[in-house]
């Protein structure tokens, strides 16, 4: 048994130590918005915050999770279905299109907001490589700055 | 569900059909016959009450819509309910509903994407004979970027119909003429009392009235949705990281597949070394040889499945491929060019001659493009279950129910299994770029699922697998001529390229019977070398079909893809060999093509056409007419002194038609551009051992915010009906990208990918020209 906080809920997790945390998530959680799309840290649809911190949960073992605070995009909103800024600002600009990488990139958004909460477009770009097939990356660069321009932000 | 058939749609299995045929050919056109409302008689299902096959409402005004095309990123199910919604006159908001229907309805046909022509240009009894056959299959796909083209009339009818039928239960119910009523905002009101209905509380009694027969649809002046943006409807969903994936699938009792295919096309198993070592891992269910050609393994999870296929150790049979490189391959594009036995697609004037001895001057040039994948990002996946009744059900991000269909029918007919009838379930897709109308994974789930009958088997492959077992675009090579006349212009036009063909290719392995036809003459291989609009007075356009053992299949935007990087390559070269500008080259082209003229000066103006750049800097400009509509791009790159080439800016102009969601089409034209630009610069397949050596995006790299392009687009009023959005963005952009690079620095480069690709670090990456790279 593992513990671990998912999106402020304290959980026991029966799983391998070995098994990577997306799959516990996805299989075990039952949290589907980490996405699996290539499962070797280059895509970025896996992302998740570990204790703060952007990282691909496909390669990340249950075990480095331990003890850790896991938030997924289902943990990024507010209490009763709201939207964080940058969620909102993802609507405002209309940026997904299929929206399987979007996860990935409102995760790694909300990670560089934390850190960096006006960036520039050099310090998005220095961030944030995950990769959307669709090409929403204008939209992307665009959303994140309205987030950061939204009251309350920054 | 329970349906009853329309008396119409009864109509094309019976006697009648061929009384019907006449009918239409009477009539002169068979349009509004192919537009027509078949599909259930209104009815009401539980609490809903269907009005027709598109539209159906809850007492509580919610309306719910079906849209019949697949949902893949494009907005298609956002621009489906508003031209739904702008004609049943309800407002954009949290009431609707969009749904893929699960019923394959004779309406929900796309005849027009192999038909090639819009439905209201189908004309005459054959045409119509062969839209009918393709309705009655039916043909439901997403494809060919026709869903708009193709369901433009029909949503509006659906709506306007609808509205028709609740208008005529207010009348009935106020005791007043329909006629003294008048729609707003979701209800019926009569003016003249001041009353209201909402529609909701009418919707019930409107299953007692007969849809019109052709309902009146309002004058675009009277738009109060159609050409404004509404916000997606699928959005909020998306950002909460909803399951709305096939990927995402979940049943009681589900079971997960993974699956190791042959690194060879056309080789089998031959052995599998360690099946017992690898059946006993924990957590395995199954393992099956599925079709001869994959190992799947079943297992309780997927992560389960998927490390115990990484342990299969598989012996596949040798193949008269096992020997293919990319040598090998280009060698054959090279042979097929220099060899004349080329089927002629078309040729106008005296081509001939104008390439004859003492000829005016000529511009020769020859161009390739690699084999690509698709890299859809979520990977392919399907769900399947068989039950022991024999009925069927499967989930999958597909862009045809019908191919989902067969190919469940196909998977268990290898188990032995004949399902009593299936349902599918179109899921959202993860992208899709004509990869998802395959039925492959469908059909190797179908076969897991005949083998656990009664539960749910979800069948997902790897990257690895998507990257190097999937279906590829074709390579392709061109060797293009030009004769200039005087005034520097082409006075003829020959073109010449060489590639597999598609069509043949995807239809043998989709269609449930036959080899798909002939591979020669495909019309997807010359997509964009007619250039129709150029005022050639001679030209010639020849294409040679190269076989392959790996399967090719359609991928955003086809024959285009290629054909104008060659094209709007070598315009260019001959407006350079007149001592002319690229722009005003084209221009004098369009002289007869004002709508493209249009399109190009804009992207002109957008840009600054003409303006200095610096040093290192350069501006190249392409344009294409594709799927009815005309996009012209101008690129902007920097090359630097190392030999780094960035896509700093991409300039967008484009005529689709009447549109419908201004800012979907923006991002279609964005997404295009920022797919066709990451082909242009980075992606190749390669070939060793008759195998794809590229596996996942490490080698197989797309851009990323920092190497992205940005992009500004602009579309431009037109009042004629809808074209295609989601494929023309691509295709003028790497003929773009190239022109560019000359201006920048004199080089001429002729082959995709127009950079190496260099990897920093572990994830980025930058372009460096040939001849560059350390
Ligand atoms: S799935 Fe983890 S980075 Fe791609
Ligand atoms: S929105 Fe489709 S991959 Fe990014």
Redesign the pocket.
Known sequence: MISLIVNGRPVRVDAAPDKPLLWVLREELGLLGPKYGCGVAQCGACRVLLDGQSVPSCVTPLAEAAGAAVVTVEGLGGPEDGLSALQQAWIDEQV???????PGFLIAATALLARTPRPTDAEIDAFIDNV???G?YPRIRRAIHRAAAAPGQG | MARLLSRRAALLGGAALGGTVLAAAAAGTGYLAFVDMDGPDPHIDGDRAVLNAFVALHEDGRVVIQAPRTEM?QGIHTGLAMLVAEELDIPFDGRIRVEHPVEQLPVYANAGAPLRTRPEAMRGPLMWAASRALSVLPLMNTAGSTSTMGLWVPMRRAGAAARHMLVAAAAARLGVPAGALTTAEGFVRHPATGRSIAYGALARDATAFAPPPDPALRPASAWRLIGRSQPRLDLPAKVRGEPVFGADVVLPGLLHAAIRQAPVFGAAVARLRNAAAVRARPGILDLAVIDGRGVAVVATSWWAAETAAAQLDIAWTETAADRASSATLAAALQAALGDERAHEHLREGAVEAAFGPGAAPLVKASYTVPFVAHAC?EPMNATVLIREDGTAEAWCSSQSPLTMRWGVNRGAGWAGVEPASVACHVTMT??AFGRRGELDVVAQAAFLAARHRGRPVKLMWSREEDIGRGVFRSHAAARLRAALGPDGLPAAYDALVAAQAVQQSAASRTLPFGQGGSPVGDRFTVEGLEKAYYAFPARRVRSRHVPSHLPVGVWRSNGYSFNTFFTESFIDECALAAGQDPLAYRRALLRASPRHRAVLDRVAAMAGWGRPMAPGRGRGIALEAAYESVVAQVAEVTVAADGEVRVDHVFCAADVGTVVNPDAVAAQMEGGILFGATTAMMSALTLDAGAVVESNFHDFPLQRLANAPGVTVEILPSGLPPGGAGEPGVVPVAAAIANAIHAATGRRLRALPLAVTETIGTRRTRSLLPGHAA
């Open positions: 997904p299109q299929c929206g399987f990488c979007q959307c097939r669709c929403t | 990123g990002m993860g992208g």
